[in-house]
C-alpha cells in the first residue's frame, strides 16, 4: 500500500496509544498462517500480537486500501481506549456448545467485536480523515450482496441461527453511504424481512443507548445481545442459542 496523509495519520494515532510497529501482509497470507480460510474474502484484517500488529489488505482491492488500512487502525485506537471486548465464556461453552462448534463460536466473537465498533469507527473515518469512501463502500455492498444471493437452505435451527447472524451483521449497514445502504437493505429485506424488522427494531434501540463512547457501547452491546438471544427463544433455538449466551461483553483495558 502507498503511504497517504490519511494512513500516515492514523499510524501517528495509533502511535500515541502504543508503540507496537505495524506489519503489512495480504489477507490471502494471513488466512494460510491463521489457518481461516475465509479470511481471503476479507477487504482487510487487523491482528495484534504481543510484538507488533499485522495490517492485512486484500492484492485485488487496491482502490480500498487506504479506508482499509484507516479502518483497521482505528478498530485498534478503540481496543487501547478501552471499548468493549468481546470474550467466551469457557465454562458456560464447555458445558452448553458442542466442542464441533467451538471454531464458530471464535468466528461469532470477533463478528460481534467488529460490529459493535464499526459505528465509531465509520465515524471516525468520515470525521477525522479526509478519505474517498465511495470504492470502499462499492466493495462492502458486493461482498454483503454476494453474501444474500447464497441464502442458505439448511434445516430451521441452521436458518434462525444465520438470520441472528444478519441482524448483527444489518446493524453496520445504517452506517454505509446511501446509495449503498439502500441496496443492501433491500437484499437483506428480500432475504428475510422478519430478521430485517428485527434489525430495524435493534438498531432504533441502540440509537439511544448510544455506541460512541466505551460506557455507552458497552450499555449496546447487552442491548443487542439480548435482543438477538431473544430472537432465538421465540422461535425455539436451541444449542446454536447457547454460542450467543455464550458471549461475555466486558470493557476493555484503557492505556
Known amino acids: 500500500m502507498m503511504e497517504t496523509e490519511n494512513s500516515r495519520l492514523a499510524r501517528d494515532r495509533l502511535a500515541k496509544l502504543t508503540d507496537k510497529p505495524i506489519v503489512m501482509t495480504t489477507v490471502q497470507h494471513l488466512a494460510q498462517t491463521e489457518v481461516v480460510k475465509s479470511l481471503e474474502n476479507n477487504l482487510g484484517v487487523c491482528k495484534e500480537t504481543a510484538d507488533c500488529i499485522t495490517v492485512a489488505l486484500h492484492p485485488d482491492r487496491p482502490e480500498t486500501h487506504e479506508n482499509t488500512f484507516v479502518h483497521e487502525l482505528l478498530h485498534k485506537m478503540l481496543k487501547h481506549e478501552g471499548f468493549p471486548e468481546i470474550r467466551i465464556d469457557e465454562v458456560y461453552a464447555d458445558t452448553n456448545i458442542p466442542a464441533p462448534l467451538w471454531p464458530s463460536l471464535g468466528n461469532l466473537r470477533s463478528r460481534f467485536g467488529s460490529v459493535l465498533q464499526h459505528p465509531e469507527v465509520y465515524r471516525r473515518m468520515r470525521q477525522d480523515y479526509n478519505l474517498d469512501m465511495e470504492h470502499y463502500f462499492e466493495s462492502l455492498l458486493k461482498q454483503k450482496v454476494s453474501r444474500f444471493s447464497k441464502k442458505r437452505g439448511g434445516n430451521g435451527q441452521e ?79 436451541n444449542v446454536l442459542n447457547n454460542m450467543w449466551k455464550a458471549l461475555d461483553i466486558k470493557l476493555g483495558e484503557r492505556n
Open 159 to 237: 436458518l434462525i441461527f444465520c438470520n441472528q447472524q444478519d441482524i448483527l451483521d444489518g446493524l453496520e449497514y445504517f452506517y454505509y453511504d446511501p446509495d449503498q445502504r439502500k441496496q443492501v437493505q433491500s437484499c437483506f429485506r428480500d432475504s428475510s424481512e422478519s430478521a430485517y424488522n428485527s434489525c430495524l427494531q435493534l438498531h432504533a434501540e441502540i440509537e439511544k443507548t448510544g455506541t460512541h463512547t466505551a460506557h455507552s457501547c458497552l450499555r449496546s452491546g447487552k442491548v443487542i445481545r439480548a435482543h438477538i438471544i431473544k430472537f432465538g427463544e421465540k422461535r425455539n433455538l
